[in-house]
């Protein structure tokens, strides 16, 4: 498609914005590039604090923070001097083996004070896709050392999202991300994901919670305990579900199967990581801990790209005491980059001097409490809150649950109904997802479900 072409009149309106739009359609590859979305881009040019101000000098609140990833809100000058003074006093050194820098040291001391009391050591990665790859070949080193590498399956769930490598994409529960590219990796399987509103069971003898829980069971005894590696999951699915928070007894359920059947648990907690719902790590709700955290965006408040996994002592353990030859033979060229550490170790003394993670649980009180006008609404499924991390699921028919139609346009005329009221997010099929800035203050909390609610009455007519 030529690049003129795609440029609708809002565009052309502004030259400015139509030479910028037209360079960037002849030059540029978007993640999950599709020139029909790209006719008018926003074209965002500063932010502060939860705002973000596009070229024609418009606002709008940043209601997913970025990514789900800036917590610390926009214009922060603390991490600019963070990364500044690392640029200029070391902007790059290796970490591989027999080379290390203090800004990695210093994170990994201090990340191993606020993960779950199991977690020992930390490798860094760019961010949270090859965090997933890293935490699947580490899953399957660990069991070929310990004289079992016929234990290299890994189990995920339907509606999880992991990233977008080759091994990542295959983890991911959403199949539009593997359709495309041609045959998924081999190893990997899914399970149907808790979903409390949508999971349904002919079992009466546990809880729901407990019933999907064990779909994980049957899917190890299926396929043989000594053929898995490890189950990966989010804590609350976020990207490919559309925040879905599980039953309260659902992780102490997989601790255990895991546990009895030798599968390891990765925790993917690159949005639910770093304060994002409450706690510092989200498994902490249910008393859980893994045996792999895997981390990115918030713990840089994507002001640089980081991300990692974290893994047990018993897992370092294998890794350091294995001949040279059959090492842990992995890593990136910018694994554990000096300003990438430089600035997330600025970050987290940000969230811990302001009480954010304290904040996260305190606002997302207050959030649900504004959204409960829309408990009753007859377009509204479910509303889940959990700290600052939140999904509105709209329904066609409140009573079954019924989706609306594929097609239906109700999602992306919500997305617009709250992008005209000033509020930029993501609207999953009919989920309204919500992530602001851990530092969003009470009346721009109040203003969010305020503008959420109206949005929602205008497109239902509700
Ligand atoms: C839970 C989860 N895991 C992994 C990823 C992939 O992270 P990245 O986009 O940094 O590669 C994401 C991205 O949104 C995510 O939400």
Not at 287 to 294: F, H, R
Not at 322 to 344: E, K, Q
Request: proline share 5%.
């Amino acid at each position: 498609m030529n690049a003129p072409s795609v440029l609708n009149a809002a565009v052309k309106r502004d030259p400015e914005k139509g030479a910028i739009v037209r360079q960037d359609n002849r030059h540029l590859i978007h993640p999950q590039h599709h020139p029909s979305e790209h006719r008018d881009p926003h074209v965002w040019v500063s932010g502060e604090g939860v705002k973000l101000t596009n070229l024609e000098g418009e606002q709008y609140i940043d209601g997913l923070a970025g990514m789900w990833n800036v917590y610390v809100g926009h214009g922060r000058q603390e991490l600019v001097d963070a990364a500044s003074r690392q640029l200029g006093t070391l902007a790059f050194a290796t970490a591989y083996a027999g080379s290390t820098h203090l800004p990695a040291v210093e994170l990994a001391e201090t990340l191993k004070r606020l993960v779950y009391p199991n977690i020992d050591a930390f490798y860094f990665t760019l961010g949270g896709s090859d965090a997933t790859d890293s935490s699947i070949r580490t899953a399957r080193f660990y069991w070929g050392a310990k004289g079992r590498p016929d234990k290299f399956k890994v189990i995920s769930r339907r509606l999880s999202y992991h990233g977008s490598t080759i091994g990542a994409a295959a983890a991911t529960g959403v199949d539009e991300f593997s359709a495309v590219f041609g045959p998924r990796a081999n190893g990997f399987l899914q399970i149907d994901s808790p979903y409390p509103y949508r999971f349904t069971t002919e079992r009466t003898d546990v809880s729901p919670g407990v019933a999907a829980a064990e779909l994980l069971e049957e899917a190890i005894v299926r396929e043989g305990p000594e053929t898995v590696a490890a189950f990966i999951a989010e804590p609350v699915q976020g990207g490919g579900g559309g925040v879905l928070v599980p039953q309260a007894d659902y992780f102490q359920r997989i601790r255990e199967i895991c546990d009895r059947y030798d599968v390891l648990l990765i925790s993917d907690e690159v949005i639910t990581g770093f304060g994002r719902t409450g706690k510092w790590f989200a498994l902490e709700h249910w008393g859980v801990q893994p045996d792999i955290l895997q981390f990115a965006k918030g713990i840089t408040s994507g002001y640089f790209p980081l991300g990692g996994i974290g893994v047990s002592g018993a897992i370092k353990e294998v890794m350091d005491s294995v001949p040279p030859d059959l090492r842990w033979m992995h890593g990136y060229t910018c694994s554990a980059h000096p300003v990438a550490c430089a600035v997330a170790i600025a970050n987290i003394k940000i969230l811990e001097e302001e009480g954010l993670v304290e904040r996260s649980a305190a606002l997302g009180k207050r959030l649900r409490e504004n959204l409960a006008a829309l408990d009753d609404h007859p377009h509204v499924g479910e509303v889940r809150v959990l700290g600052l991390l939140a999904g509105i699921e709209l329904v066609a028919d409140k009573a079954t649950g019924e989706r609306y139609p594929s097609g239906s346009g109700v999602g992306k005329r919500v997305r617009d109904a709250l992008f005209s009221r000033g509020l930029l997010t993501r609207v999953l099929d009919e989920t309204i997802c919500l992530a602001p800035p851990l530092v969003v203050s009470e009346d721009e909390v109040d203003r969010i479900a305020r503008i959420v609610i109206e949005s929602i009455v205008d497109v239902t007519g509700r």
